[in-house]
Nanobody, 119 residues
Framework: QVQLVESGGGLVQPGGSLRLSCAASGFTFSSYPMSWYRQAPGKERELVADITSTGSITNYADSVKGRFTISRDNAKKTVYLQMNSLKPEDTATYYC????????????WGKGTLVTVSA
């Protein structure tokens, strides 16, 4: 059974940092590119960052470039999202996802973790 379980969300003040984790099981994690998406209330889900299966290539939305870092540990079957200099507009539910190839659609989704940036 495929599972993607996010953790690390919470309430943080503007300018603060959080690190999200996503633990994978039930599929060959090291073969799958991974992505983080987010969805704010009343808005569409958007891509935040993705990373190739080996971790050699990463890609970021313009809105988070220079502030967020995606990484992975294939031995631990975990993907991370380090979020620094957080802004109120980063408030959203963050979802971990896996895709079979870099250009394919999402194969698996996690259930999400809520990040709230507020003073």
């Amino acid at each position: 059974q495929v599972q993607l379980v996010e953790s690390g969300g919470g309430l943080v003040q503007p300018g603060g940092s959080l690190r999200l984790s996503c633990a994978a099981s039930g599929f060959t994690f090291s073969s799958y590119p991974m992505s983080w998406y987010r969805q704010a209330p009343g808005k569409e889900r958007e891509l935040v960052a993705d990373i190739t299966s080996t971790g050699s290539i990463t890609n970021y939305a313009d809105s988070v470039k220079g502030r967020f870092t995606i990484s992975r540990d294939n031995a631990k079957k975990t993907v991370y999202l380090q979020m620094n200099s957080l802004k109120p507009e980063d408030t959203a539910t963050y979802y971990c996802s896996a895709k079979r190839t870099w250009f394919s659609g999402i194969a698996y989704w996690g259930k999400g973790t809520l990040v709230t940036v507020s003073a």
